[in-house]
């Protein structure tokens, strides 16, 4: 039975700001490149209740893969060696009961896996079950998982007051758990990634720069080694969009976002070689489009269970206005900045 605790809304349907209509005018046909990664939302229950999230997870959230979806994505990976990347995320993943399972049996297909990571899951556990998640450094290091953390800045005020107080000393002892395990290393295989996004209405700064001022302000402060930042433009959402509607101040960033518009972004957006998995197995063009309820073309098969490679490699892409916050300025993927 599909479980839902967040909110139902249109928020794509904003017809004043028309992301497709701008595609036309710069002459762009965002078709998909390839299929080579997998994103799979496995949960949406999370120890924290970020302000920021377009996930809407917290401790309150319900929603879980079940292990025949899990196992019907480790077929589609097995069956279709062009997928070389399965990208774990949630709410925290490590919450969904099968997270072991899933991250282990795709190591033995040879898959890279990534896990987006919030540091703190580590010391909370499952606010649910009042399970201990402590091995998970020992457990990502074994399984050679790349790390995708969020770190919305390297002092505590601006972390703690997107992500709860008390956040930021806790993520800062979990990189430090980390790296004790090798990760972060310089020339290491352990990845370990970090994630900002602005704490505001506002374009993230250069990523390069960002990186540099992230690795010499937590070296020297806390010891802490990582290996690339990732700049994310807050998507105009769920959570953050009501935020911005009880500030009156949505439709500025949204002009903000459409006048900031960048082409060469715009033909790297990640819909283009990724596929996103929703927790019952509905397919999506990416995690937003899952979070607003948008699935696939409906001429093309619309779930894990019908996945059909060749089929969905020619999909037209569903696009909506919340897309012009992965195409403005340097532009936003899960990957960071799109022109670098």
Do not use: W
């Amino acid at each position: 039975m599909k479980q839902n605790t967040g909110k139902t809304r249109t928020q794509f349907s904003d017809a004043k700001y028309d992301f497709t209509g701008i595609l036309q005018n710069h002459h762009l046909d965002l078709a998909p490149t390839t299929i080579d990664t997998l994103q799979v939302n496995i949960t949406k229950l999370c120890n924290q209740a970020c302000l920021h999230c377009h996930v809407e997870a917290s401790p309150k959230r319900t929603e879980q893969m079940d292990l025949r979806t899990v196992d019907q994505c480790l077929r589609v990976l097995e069956a279709n060696p062009a997928i070389r990347t399965l990208d774990l995320t949630g709410g925290a993943p490590e919450l969904n009961p099968h997270f072991d399972y899933l991250v282990t049996r795709a190591r033995a297909l040879g898959t890279h896996v990534m896990v987006r990571h919030n540091l703190t899951v580590t010391f909370d556990g499952n606010p649910r079950t009042g399970e201990s998640k402590e091995y998970l450094p020992e457990f990502f290091a074994a399984q050679k998982v790349e790390l995708i953390c969020s770190l919305p800045h390297y002092q505590p005020y601006f972390t703690d007051r997107q992500r709860g107080k008390g956040v930021f000393e806790k993520s800062i002892d979990g990189l430090r758990l980390l790296n004790a395990r090798g990760y972060g290393a310089e020339d290491g295989e352990l990845l370990l990634d970090l994630v900002y996004n602005p704490n505001g209405t506002f374009l993230p700064g250069d990523q390069r720069q960002l990186e540099m001022d992230f690795k010499r302000e937590l070296h020297d402060r806390y010891g802490i080694v990582f290996s690339q930042l990732f700049t994310i433009t807050n998507m105009p959402i769920h959570r953050f969009r009501d935020q911005l509607e009880r500030n009156g101040t949505y439709d500025e960033y949204m002009q903000k976002l459409m006048t900031s518009f960048n082409p060469t972004a715009a033909e790297n957006v990640m819909c283009r070689n990724i596929l996103s998995v929703g927790y019952d197995g509905t397919l999506y063009d990416c995690d937003f489009n899952q979070m607003l309820e948008l699935p696939v073309d409906e001429r093309y098969p619309r779930s894990i269970f019908d996945f059909d490679f060749h089929r969905l490699r020619v999909r037209p892409i569903v696009f909506g206005s919340h897309c012009f916050g992965c195409t403005a300025g340097s532009g936003s993927s899960c990957g960071g900045a799109l022109d670098e």
